[in-house]
């Protein structure tokens, strides 16, 4: 059942069906509010095609089991399928071996892991990490965390008002105390995407560690950590057509090997004494206990499905989305845009006059209109704006035109109702 993701050839952009792939999409035939769905909180998390939500049942109905235990049938077809997963998602982020992969909860959780395990081993007082003025705060907390307990210094590469970082700022912030710098690939309030392999050489020259949050990054780019040399990637699998609770933590093999155990139990262990307990090989040592098995399985299934489309005909037709909104959204008076970097990607963040973004996402919702209002997660980003939140349209490959006609529809109802 497992096929390897090389033998998949993209279609050509041309000959794609955008209607039919949509309705590969159950919940996009729903109505809310007694109006068909228009679904733009891609960012937050991704619907699901059939083939996953049944890929799901499949699992339970057939093979369920816990993995790497039992000798039993159920057990070692679980486990084959559980690892013929792992090996999917090498291939897909051109990973050199299946042991940089390691299954977690998300990306919250992989850049956790990376804090603590990293984070506890190689960083000492004076010691500086740096992030950037985009990030989540989940590439955010976990650093103050790290750098409270360890006296270290958390540096912010400063953005100009496009929300782009500024390169020289970057640069002169750079000095021989930086351990590692953790920025966001693409950004989910403003859709930048950040220049990460400048940023890899400029820091691997100095050796310093590169890790990339790839949570928005992943569903829309295709992903090569080999070729942008990065020593550590994050990324979730909900907001790439999989389930909820999974995610890949990618790390590379020399620098897992010197890292400590994350979380202990079993599965991490090779051996356990009351005097002394020795840990797994990779990639098991970072997977303690029982893993989101049917998760990782059919987060495989997912990235197929996203590979049977060819994620840069994805990409270019949500680039596509992206401009039409942009363009309409500009004929309108009143609204401001936040995030107009050069190089973005499914996200357009904006305001309209004096409305706060909650009131408009209300209206929106009462016209079946799903998009996010709020901070998203970038507190410290709204605050360089001086803004409460945005109202954030964010974009799958499987919206479309009809989708904008909607969004354009609520946004002049919101601004005749609440102007
Ligand atoms: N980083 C970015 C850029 C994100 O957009 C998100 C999710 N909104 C996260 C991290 C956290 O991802 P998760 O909630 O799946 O752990």
């Given amino acids: 059942m497992v096929n390897s993701t090389k033998e998949i050839i993209s279609p050509s952009y041309t000959s794609i069906d955008w209607k039919k792939i949509r309705e590969d999409f ?20 991704s619907q699901k095609p059939q083939l996953v939500i049944n890929a799901i049942a499949h699992y339970y109905s057939y093979y ?16 084959n399928a559980f690892e013929a997963s792992r090996n999917t998602i090498k291939e897909f982020i051109n990973a050199s071996k299946t042991e940089e992969v390691i299954f977690t909860k998300g990306t919250t959780n992989s850049i956790n892991l990376l804090a603590y395990s990293w984070g506890r081993k ?11 003025a985009m990030e989540h705060h989940s590439n955010i907390v976990p650093w103050q965390i790290l750098c409270e307990e360890k006296k270290a210094l958390l540096k912010v ?12 700022e970057f640069l002169r912030l750079l000095s021989d105390k930086t351990k590692l710098i953790s920025v966001v690939h693409i950004s989910n309030a403003l859709g930048t995407i950040n220049p990460v392999k400048a940023i890899i050489e400029e820091a691997h020259r100095r050796n310093i560690w590169v890790h990339i949050d ?66 797994n090989d990779l ?40 401009h039409q909104t942009t363009t309409r959204l500009k004929e309108m008076d009143g609204i401001r ?30 016209m079946g209109i799903a998009v996010r209002t709020g901070h998203h997660c970038t507190q410290p980003l709204m605050d360089f704006y001086r803004i409460p939140g945005t109202v954030r349209a964010s974009f799958s490959f499987y919206n479309n035109e009809n989708d904008i006609d909607r969004l354009m ?11």
């Fill in 214 to 279: 790839g949570a928005q990054a992943a569903p829309h780019l295709q992903i090569d950590v080999q070729e942008l040399d990065c020593d550590f990637y994050s990324f979730s699998g909900h907001k790439m057509c999989g389930p909820t609770g999974t995610g890949i933590f990618y790390g590379k093999e020399k620098w897992l090997e010197e890292m400590p155990p994350f979380e202990g139990g079993g599965e991490m262990i090779k051996t356990v004494s009351f005097e002394k307990t020795t840990y």
């Fill in 26 to 45: 159950p919940i996009l035939k729903r109505e809310v509010n007694n109006q068909p769905l228009v679904y733009l909180d891609n960012a937050a998390t």
């Fill in 409 to 419: 529809e609520g946004v002049k109802k919101s601004i005749q109702m609440l102007s």
């Fill in 122 to 132: 190689f960083v000492k007082e004076g010691d500086e990490i740096m992030i950037s």
């Fill in 157 to 168: 590469i400063p953005i100009n008002e496009k929300g782009e970082l500024i390169w020289e």
């Fill in 64 to 79: 369920n089991a816990n993995v790497h235990r039992g000798v039993h049938t159920l057990s070692q077809e679980g486990t």
């Fill in 337 to 366: 845009f936040i995030g107009t970097a050069i190089h973005k990607s499914s996200v357009v963040s904006f305001l309209v006059n004096n409305i706060h973004p909650y009131d408009m996402g209300m209206i929106l919702d009462k």
């Fill in 283 to 322: 990639p098991f040592k970072f997977e303690a206990g029982t893993p989101h098995i049917e998760g990782a399985i059919v987060l495989a299934e997912a990235i197929r499905y996203l590979q049977s489309i060819g994620l840069s005909n994805i990409s270019t037709r949500e680039n596509e989305l992206v």
